[in-house]
Structure formats: C-alpha cells, structure tokens
C-alpha cells in the first residue's frame, strides 16, 4: 500500500492557508534561483534555500511563521534585485 504524504493530523484552514503561503514561498524561491547563472551559485542558493525550510518545518506558532514568511519574502526579493542587476 502506497504512503500517503498528507499530514497525520487534520489541518485547520488557517494552518492550510499558511501552509500554501509556505510551499508558494519556496517555488517561487527556486524559481528565482534557477535564473543563477553561475553553477555552484546556483546550487548552494539551492542547498541553502532547502536547508532553511527544513530546519524550520517544525515550527508551529502562528507569528513565528508570519515573521518567517516575511523575512522569505524579503529574500527572495533582494535575490531577485540582485539578478535584475546581473541582467543589465
């Protein structure tokens, strides 16, 4: 029988909510990382972006992961200036 990759435990719809802002947060991160144009840039933004969200994926109090979402959102802003900048 084939494991399931839901959660053990029912999500309430905040949590749910939350936790699509989460895996939204680390697509369009890796998205951003794929326009890296040196290889081993590249790939350790892509070991430290997976490092981070593991480290942090047993968090569970509310603000703490509103102030993670942010300072994500933060990053993957300035990463995004900062390839905007590489481009011109």
Do not use: C, H
């Not at 749910?16 to 369009?28: G, H, K, P």
């Not at 981070?52 to 300072?71: H, L, P, V």
């Amino acid at each position: 029988m084939a494991t399931s990759r839901l959660p053990p435990a029912t999500l309430t719809l905040k949590q749910f909510m939350r936790r699509q802002q989460v895996l939204l947060l680390y697509r369009r991160i890796l998205q951003a990382i794929r326009q890296v144009p040196n290889d081993s840039d590249r790939q350790y933004l892509k070991d430290w972006a997976r490092e981070e969200f593991k480290r942090n994926k047993s968090a569970t109090e509310e603000d703490a992961i509103r102030m993670m979402i942010t300072q994500g959102n933060m990053q993957l802003k300035e990463l995004e200036k900062t390839l905007a900048l590489a481009k011109s």
